[in-house]
T-cell receptor
């Protein structure tokens, strides 16, 4: 089955700097890669996703890149703000089930 | 649009007791998922329903966990008897259809139920 590795497990950045979180997956047939943000006491919130027919997708300050050959994808957050502080999860699937990484705790220091 | 609703939000029980969680998905969503999230880890799928039929329950510990989806809408997840290692957050999610890789079939999560087994 699919296996997703996520790095780093914790990340601290200064407000205004960029943050990058990287994930690798094992199943070359996986074709959907969502990213979720989870704040304390809340469920994961879908923030951006990418499908295997696209190499990059951007939505305001967040972007995701996908390298199918290397089987890795990354989340980029620019101009970080304190409200970006949360745990971020990557996931991968070929349809079902959605397999999650272990998460990255992002702290944005004001 | 209302999101996925779950109750209770918190539950504390002793080992060997039973517990039940309830989920109401987003209106019109045919697919419902139950995940277990242990502290410090990503969510792990327990069971997936398409309407009121089970699509995937390969990771559900069937000797103690059970789930049903009433009339293809609400769902309940039950644990009986509970063990210490069942302490986790139980998340419910829903999507328009099954096979989350298709456009429009993104999964949306509820706030979860935090279970503590003592």
């Amino acid at each position: 089955g699919e296996n997703v590795e996520q790095h780093p497990s914790t990340l601290s950045v200064q407000e205004g700097d960029s943050a990058v979180i990287k994930c690798t997956y094992s199943d070359s047939a996986s074709n959907y890669f969502p990213w979720y943000k989870q704040e304390l006491g809340k469920g994961p919130q879908l923030i951006i996703d990418i499908r295997s027919n696209v190499g990059e997708k951007k939505d305001q300050r967040i972007a995701v890149t996908l390298n199918k050959t290397a089987k890795h994808f990354s989340l980029h957050i620019t101009e970080t703000q304190p409200e970006d502080s949360a745990v971020y999860f990557c996931a991968a699937t070929r349809g079902t089930p959605l397999v999650f990484g272990k998460g990255t705790r992002l702290s944005v220091i004001a | 649009e209302a999101g996925v609703a779950q109750s209770p939000r918190y539950k504390i029980i002793e080992k060997r007791q039973s517990v039940a969680f309830w989920c109401n998905p987003i209106s019109g969503h045919a697919t419902l998922y139950w995940y277990q999230q242990i502290l410090g880890q990503g969510p792990k799928l327990l069971i997936q329903f398409q309407n009121n039929g089970v699509v995937d329950d390969s990771q559900l510990p069937k000797d103690r966990f059970s789930a049903e989806r009433l009339k293809g809408v609400d769902s309940t997840l039950k644990i009986q008897p509970a063990k210490l290692e069942d302490s986790a957050v139980y998340l419910c999610a829903s999507s328009l259809g099954g096979g989350g890789s298709r456009a429009g079939y993104e999964q949306y999560f509820g706030p979860g139920t935090r279970l503590t087994v003592t």
